[in-house]
């Protein structure tokens, strides 16, 4: 029944229905905690984290933040480097849309000392864990720290097959190229940020892809390119009631 239940909700991530995920994890996880260990601490994990996701993407923070520190302590005790990232991760990701940005960077450092600490992680994965401190460093206005951290997880993933991080890698020096008024060099990173968003298939983050290159066009005052890029993305958040953005 667990594992029904899970891949349940993992179908309805697939479709944006997070409630009815969120739902569905919670009902594995009534499980768990009837059977106890009899569970393995992988697909506890496993659970967790879905829920956490789920709940984040519902801006239900408070909630979430209670099931990834739940998960951090489990993956812990187990020396789980992935799931112990992924939980900083998502609390990083939490503090940023409270605007807590000095919390979310120590988050981000803790990240990437654990990911040093293991060699369990693949470059795509290390990738990852730099970009959300660039990410932060951006939020936080350091516009050369972040573009360089941006080029480092552009160059880790550049061989991989991870779209995501491809993307992810690309959009954070497009919008670091933005901020410091570079619209020439920020368009094409932007573009193929949205390209592999494309690809993978993922309708909120292509949205959120789209704005940012509308806000480019808007920047340098090319409205009619910006019009239709932005109409498209906030068309496409509501068709799939985007809440927190991605």
């Known amino acids: 029944a667990i594992s029904w ?7 309805a991530q697939t479709t944006y229905a997070h409630t009815v995920a969120a739902n569905y994890y919670q009902h594995a996880l009534e499980l768990v905690n009837n059977q106890g260990q009899q569970v393995p ?22 909630e979430a933040t209670g099931i990834f520190h739940t ?52 470059q795509a994965q290390l990738a990852a864990v730099l970009y959300r401190r660039g990410w932060t460093l951006y939020r936080l206005g350091e516009m050369e720290q972040a573009l360089t951290i941006g080029h480092q997880c ?14 992810q890698s690309r959009n954070l020096i497009g919008v670091a190229y933005v901020a410091l008024g570079r ?8 573009e193929q940020a949205l ?32 019009v239709p890029l932005l109409e498209e993305a906030l068309a496409m958040a509501q068709e799939i009631g985007n809440r927190a953005g991605v």
């Open 41 to 62: 601490i992988a697909q506890q994990c496993s659970l967790l984290s879905g829920l956490g996701i789920s709940l984040r993407l519902q801006a239900r923070y408070t």
């Open 183 to 190: 619209f020439d060099l920020a368009e094409p990173y932007i």
């Open 195 to 226: 390209e592999f968003r494309r690809q993978i298939g993922n309708r909120s983050s292509t949205a959120s892809m789209l704005n940012n290159l509308g806000e480019t066009a808007r920047l340098q005052g090319n409205y009619e390119k910006a």
């Open 5 to 11: 239940y899970e891949r349940a909700a993992r179908q």
């Open 71 to 122: 998960l951090l302590t489990l993956a812990q005790s187990v020396g789980d480097v992935f799931r112990q990232v992924e939980a900083y991760d998502n609390l990083a990701r939490i503090h940023e849309r409270y605007g807590e940005y000095q919390q979310a960077l120590y988050l981000a450092e803790q990240m990437e000392t654990l990911a040093h600490q293991s060699d369990t992680l693949t």
């Open 154 to 167: 552009f160059t880790l993933c550049q061989n991989s097959d991870d779209l995501l991080m491809k993307s």
